[in-house]
């Protein structure tokens, strides 16, 4: 059974910096690419990040220069290092695992069982 579990949400001033980390059993680093996704309007998600075991990986335009994402292999985790957080960056986020070199959607329904799997998501506040 593949579980994701995601932590390290919370409230912070903007400015100021978070890290979420997912944690993932029943998969490997190496068999898929590991991704984060954050809720938008409705039940619509917003692709933020995502890394492949080849080093490859991408950046939301919102994001680029702010947000790190990093494997830890030996823990089985990811993380996604969150800097410089703005008020548009709050939302749940989502940690999601796909096949290694699977497209990813750059937009989709928070949730989809049939693009990958999903974490439980994590909150994340920012106040002005």
């Known amino acids: 059974e593949v579980q994701l579990v995601e932590t390290g949400g919370g409230s912070v001033q903007a400015g100021g910096s978070l890290r979420l980390s997912c944690r993932y059993s029943?998969?490997?680093?190496?068999?898929?690419?590991m991704g984060w996704y954050r809720q938008e309007s409705g039940d619509e998600c917003e692709l933020v990040s995502y890394?492949?075991?080849?080093?490859?990986?991408y950046f939301a335009d919102s994001v680029k220069g702010r947000f790190t994402i990093s494997p830890d292999n030996a823990k089985n985790t990811v993380h996604l290092e969150m800097n410089s957080l703005k008020p548009e960056d709050a939302s749940v986020y989502y940690c999601?695992?796909?096949?290694?070199?699977?497209?990813?959607?750059?937009?989709?329904?928070?949730?989809?069982?049939?693009?990958?799997?999903w974490g439980q998501g994590t909150q994340v506040t920012v106040s002005s």
């Open positions: 029943g998969i490997t680093f190496d068999d898929s690419d």
């Open positions: 890394i492949s075991s080849d080093g490859s990986g």
């Open positions: 999601v695992a796909v096949t290694r070199h699977k497209p990813w959607l750059a937009y989709l329904r928070c949730g989809r069982a049939d693009f990958g799997y």
